[in-house]
């Protein structure tokens, strides 16, 4: 089976948006592929979290993914800075990286523009860092978002250039691994076209039942279908991609007929979203309560995932010293 990394950073909870794009694909993909997946904290640090929170932090996504289905005995899920064997790597991979190439990484220069003030070398080092995460494990695949095609290339790089320089062919190159076909893209309810954090239009798995009502009761619309059969403006069009996305094909049917014959009514179709969306986040919702609730058991889960992270961690870095010239 092929090797899958994945890293998750904590940045607060987990929305629909997150569900239906990734988190889901990671779900599906545990009975593909050997998978792993583990918790950037140490990548959080480049924004300077407060202490108090970084375990929490961790804990929280580490029970919101546990809910969705991360199934840890086949997907080992693991805190990034239990395994302290990418800092190794990360330091060798460092030596053959290089200012120039690190500066015109474009989530760096992001960054730098939107925290002037703190455009520190972890942030510069931030793709290497991400390197060591994938080459530890020689993995062959990263699921990632498009917004990490350039860290992915700097990882190829790192394994290009460590393999070149030593003459062997030791790393794989990581080949980015897109999920977003299968994903779906989740419109908002506020008439723009993505669900975000940054967007603030989320509905969090963690909502409870009133709160999601609230949340769609409260979609923007407009007047209402004007003549039959014709094309629906985007905020409704978004209406009817959440029907696609939590309703059955009957239900969407019910309700692409209403539209076409102009008698459809905006509360109903956003009480039947409103009750869909519920049946699919309360279960979820329930798992992630029971998970939080029960610490001991999550940093088990957490425990065991290090192990097997490490496991895979310390087979390549025993490789890779030797190779570099530390017998
Ligand atoms: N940079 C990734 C993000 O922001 C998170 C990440 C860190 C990651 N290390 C990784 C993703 C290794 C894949 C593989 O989403």
Redesign the pocket.
């Known amino acids: 089976m092929e090797k899958v990394?994945?890293?998750?950073?904590p940045t607060g909870n987990l929305h629909l948006g997150n569900y239906f794009g990734a988190v889901r694909s990671f779900v599906q993909m545990q009975d593909e592929y050997d998978c792993m997946f583990?918790i950037?904290d140490w990548?959080s640090l480049t924004t300077h979290p407060k202490p108090e929170n970084i375990q929490q932090s961790a804990r929280t996504i580490l029970a919101e993914y546990l809910a969705c289905g991360i199934d840890p005995q086949r997907a080992p899920i693991y805190v990034?800075s239990d395994v302290k064997e990418t800092l190794e790597l990360y330091l060798f991979l460092n030596m053959n990286a290089y200012l120039g190439e690190l500066e015109r990484v474009t989530?760096f220069k992001e960054k730098a523009r939107k925290q002037p003030d703190n455009v520190n070398a972890g942030l510069l080092t931030?793709p290497t860092?991400?390197a060591a995460?994938?080459l530890q494990h020689r993995a062959a695949k990263?699921?990632?978002?498009k917004?990490?095609e350039q860290?992915m290339e700097m990882?190829r790089k790192c394994a290009r250039r460590f393999n070149h320089i030593y003459g062997v062919d030791f790393f794989p190159e990581p080949q980015n691994f897109y999920f977003s076909e299968k994903a779906l893209k989740v419109p908002g309810l506020d008439g723009s076209g993505k669900m975000g954090k940054s967007e603030g239009n989320c509905i969090y798995l963690r909502d409870d039942d009133k709160t999601i009502t609230k949340k769609v009761m409260k979609a923007v619309t407009d007047s209402g279908p004007q003549e039959p059969n014709s094309q629906r403006p985007e905020v409704i069009e978004n209406l009817f991609t959440f029907l696609r996305i939590a309703s059955s094909e009957d239900t969407y049917q019910y309700f692409d007929e209403k539209w076409n014959d102009c008698t459809l009514r905006y509360g109903d179709l956003k009480k039947q979203i409103a009750a869909d969306l519920c049946a699919i986040v309360a279960p979820i919702r329930q798992r992630i309560e029971d998970y939080s609730a029960d610490t001991a058991l999550l940093d088990r889960i957490a425990r065991e995932g290090a192990d097997r992270a490490r496991e895979s961690a310390t087979a390549t870095l025993r490789e890779v010293r030797r190779i570099v010239g530390f017998r």
């Open positions: 990394v994945s890293g998750i950073r583990f950037a990548h990034q989530t931030y860092l991400m995460d994938i990263v699921p990632v978002g917004d990490q860290n990882a």
